[in-house]
């Protein structure tokens, strides 16, 4: 069982930056990827970025030139570092890992809002 625990949501304005952190319970050696999606009022939840344990990144197409995700293995955590946020950034994220055994683990999420 991998649990997940993420920070950094917060309001902010348009242009602004957040960093999010996503801490697992566990190393990522059963871990095959971490990532984060989010999840607009009446919407699905949509990837927003991945990261494999082999390094590979993949990003959606909306954030993609903003958004970077990165990992430190030591401490176990997951990074997105978004800037030059939008309105339409705006959403519940939520940490994300995939075992090898193809289970799939979910934080409890954290609210950006971006206002202007």
């Known amino acids: 069982q991998v649990q997940l625990v993420e920070s950094g949501g917060g309001l902010v304005q348009p242009g602004g930056s957040l960093r999010l952190s996503c801490v697992a319970s566990?190393?990522?050696?059963?871990?095959?990827?971490m990532g984060w999606y989010w999840q607009a009022p009446g919407k699905q939840r949509e990837m927003v970025a991945i990261?494999?344990?082999?390094?590979?990144?993949n990003y959606a197409d909306s954030v993609k030139g903003r958004f970077t995700i990165s990992r430190d293995n030591a401490k176990k955590t997951v990074y997105l570092q978004m800037n030059s946020l939008k309105s339409d950034d705006t959403a519940v994220y939520y940490c994300?890992?995939?075992?090898?055994?193809?289970?799939?683990?979910w934080g409890n999420g954290t609210l950006v809002t971006v206002y202007s």
């Open positions: 994300y890992a995939r075992t090898s055994d193809w289970r799939r683990y």
């Open positions: 990261i494999t344990s082999g390094g590979s990144t």
């Open positions: 566990r190393t990522f050696s059963g871990i095959v990827s």
